[in-house]
């Protein structure tokens, strides 16, 4: 249900309806480009930026019970891809459409509108304010609908190495020799007997066997 705060007239997103009228069948077409407001996505996903033009096509047609608003909105995205962490541009075309209701006023024009038989559907109902109606919630509803939960930066991104990072699509030969870490400890112990075998040819004798050889002379 809609709060009883005013809604400021000179916000873009903010349509008046006072020239559609209240008569049913009534119809009006209306074309503009704002600055999208912020966190307009998919919170460290992919969004339009903050500020950056969004163009709506509207359509608002006056019916018994409110004005029924269908559109558009037209914007371009941008975010991260989930497999490589590159940016990722995207052009975003979201579809919207939304009953706004008439709500009863008293003589000073507050919303006074009481609740419905079914009490969870009148909480998900928008109405008119004044002859005003706010696009906003409905715009990021649309938007994040429309905009991918796994955005890409191609459908056949490989991704990163694990072992080293590199963006495997670069590189599809990418690759790291496996070592079985069963044999880590014995691939050192041959290492260092190996060292030892090289220090027995190379003619170097320790100082305690030379000292022994001095005592038996």
Request: aromatic residues 2%; negative net charge; contains cysteine.
């Amino acid at each position: 249900m809609a709060s009883n705060a005013r809604l400021d007239h000179r916000n873009p997103l903010v349509i008046d309806t006072h020239e559609l009228g209240r008569r049913p069948g009534a119809m009006q077409r209306l074309t503009r480009e704002v600055d999208a407001p912020r966190d307009l996505g998919i919170e460290g996903v992919v969004g339009v930026p903050d500020g950056a033009p969004l163009e709506l096509d509207l359509r608002l047609e006056s019916v018994m019970e409110g004005v029924l608003v269908t559109g558009t909105a037209r914007a371009s995205a941008k975010g991260e891809c989930v497999r490589c962490l590159e940016p990722v541009g995207l052009e975003l075309e979201a579809d919207f459409q939304e009953m706004f209701s008439y709500p009863d006023a008293d003589d000073r024009g507050r919303v006074i509108a009481e609740p419905g038989d079914d009490a969870e559907d009148d909480e998900d109902r928008q109405y008119i304010e004044d002859g005003l109606i706010d696009l906003e919630p409905l715009l990021r509803d649309a938007v994040v609908l429309a905009l991918p939960m796994q955005p890409v930066c191609q459908d056949d991104c490989q991704g990163l190495c694990s072992a080293c990072g590199a963006r495997l699509t670069d590189d599809p030969d990418h690759h790291h020799d496996a070592v079985d870490i069963r044999w880590a400890a014995l691939q050192g112990l041959a290492d260092t007997m190996s060292d030892g075998e090289k220090d027995e040819m190379s003619g170097d004798v320790p100082r305690s066997a030379r000292a022994d050889e001095k005592q038996e002379k």
